[in-house]
């Protein structure tokens, strides 16, 4: 075969790219799945909040711990078989949910989220420098931003799930929990527990399905070859990266920015109903609903718009307009800050892959790999400054603790814009 030819049977198709960009929906839905089973776990379980926030916890942990050994993996075999054993990690955990309520063990159901955040470790750190790849270089911030923007999609499916398969709709106070005979109480929280079964059911063997997809499709040989042979050198290429600044740089920002993130949405319903008097839970969480959905539709608007403002340049102005954004939050609580809020999700969403394709931008494979892991890490930022907020809300109020991602989005503006200077520097 002609040179010419070897090139053309290495170009990637649709369908390779297709399968890849699937994956943010899915890690999307299970994100999101877990604010629904805080809430029922709360009430199956008759948890305290500290014990519900575990939940999260154990998620967090999984990608903190497992995010490295993924990236050494993916050293070692391969984008393709660290996405399909990421997706089998994936659906093993959904699976376990189901002896997990038979037995009705709280933790059996934490560690089989932290089976599933440990599949998801290895789907975020391998689908996003993967997606780069899979097209022309000078379009990969474009094309990762857009895989990006079937993740809200994922996150909103996340919720609607819960909602209408998950909750039941039957809410008992605690009087009328303590007037049930013992038999009604344990029959109560015996479905309360039994409702996740089904759904993560059908969660697992679709996300097992998808991996044999995968497994079974062609993908270009220059994005899934294995790198055995620089296994050895992994200590100084993670050392090489920790000494370069500009990737330091890129992970403090994502460290800052999945804080803001997360600790945006997680506080919004309190937000809500705290500035806004008399609003129901129901009622605030269309406050969520409304920020998923100017997030997913800034993913979109945002890799539109790439085609004509460089990446850089938009990451610095919508981190710019969320810091006066979260800044209002603060100054007028009421249905304004809320509406600010809402806001403020739209130019979030650009921000995540932006940050990540800049952080591997220009680099080899196996910075491309380690740093891909390195940066999958940081995600522990929502578990760390959404404390910090929780902090701030005890002492002060909840609209002050919105203080906090006003900070992270000038952390991030000050990456960007670092970033900009350092760009227009190599021009001259």
Not at 19 to 24: E, P, T
Not at 148 to 172: C, D, K
Not at 189 to 215: C, D, K
Not at 411 to 420: C, D, E, M, P, S
Request: proline share 3%.
């Amino acid at each position: 075969m002609s040179a010419a030819g070897a090139a053309e049977n290495d170009r990637p198709g649709w369908l390779p790219l297709a399968l890849i960009v699937s994956l943010f929906f899915l890690w999307g839905g299970a994100n999101n799945l877990n604010d629904v089973l805080i809430a029922q776990f709360k009430k199956a379980f008759v948890l305290s909040d500290f014990r519900a926030g575990l939940v999260q916890s154990a998620f967090y942990l999984g990608y903190f711990l497992v995010a490295m050994p993924a990236g050494m993996y993916m050293r070692r075999f391969g984008y393709k078989s660290a996405v399909i054993f990421g997706l089998a990690l994936y659906g093993v955990g959904a699976l376990l949910f189901w002896p997990a309520a038979s037995v009705g063990t709280y933790e059996l159901f934490l560690l089989a989220l932290f089976v599933i955040a440990s599949g998801l470790a290895f789907l975020e750190t391998s689908a996003n420098p993967f997606v780069t790849l899979l097209g022309p270089r000078e379009t990969a911030t474009r094309r990762l931003n857009l895989a990006q923007a079937f993740n809200p999609l994922g996150s909103i499916a996340g919720v609607l799930i819960g909602q209408h398969f998950i909750f039941s709709g039957i809410e008992r106070s605690p009087a009328q929990i303590s007037a049930m005979s013992a038999a009604e109480r344990t029959a109560y929280y015996t479905s309360e527990t039994h409702a996740v079964q089904w759904p993560y059911l059908v969660i697992g063997l679709v996300v097992l399905g998808w991996a044999l997809l995968i497994m079974l499709t062609r993908f270009p040989k220059s994005v899934t070859a294995h790198t055995s042979s620089a296994t050895h050198a992994g200590a100084g290429v993670l050392g090489k990266l920790l000494r370069d600044r500009r990737f330091v740089g890129a992970m403090c920002a994502q460290f800052f920015y999945v804080g803001a993130q997360v600790g945006v949405w997680s506080y919004t319903i309190r937000y809500v109903q705290a500035t806004m008097t008399g609003t129901s839970s129901r009622d605030a969480a269309n406050f969520l609903m409304a920020e998923l959905v100017c997030f997913m539709a800034g993913r979109f608007a945002g890799t539109a718009l790439m085609k004509y403002i460089a990446p850089v340049r938009l990451l610095m102005a919508f981190a710019a307009i969320n810091v006066c954004l979260t800044l209002y939050a603060v100054l007028h609580p009421g249905s304004s800050g809320a509406y600010a809020l809402a806001a403020c999700s739209f130019f979030m969403s650009v921000m995540y892959p932006t940050v990540f394709a800049l952080g591997v931008e220009g680099r080899g494979d196996d910075e491309r790999k380690l740093g891909s892991a390195l940066l999958v890490m940081t995600i522990i930022g929502g578990a760390v400054l959404t404390a910090v907020m929780g902090a701030v809300s005890d002492h002060s109020s909840i609209a002050t603790a919105m203080s906090v991602p006003a900070c992270c989005f000038a952390v991030v503006l000050l990456f960007a814009w670092q970033r900009r200077r350092n760009v227009a520097e190599a021009a001259r």
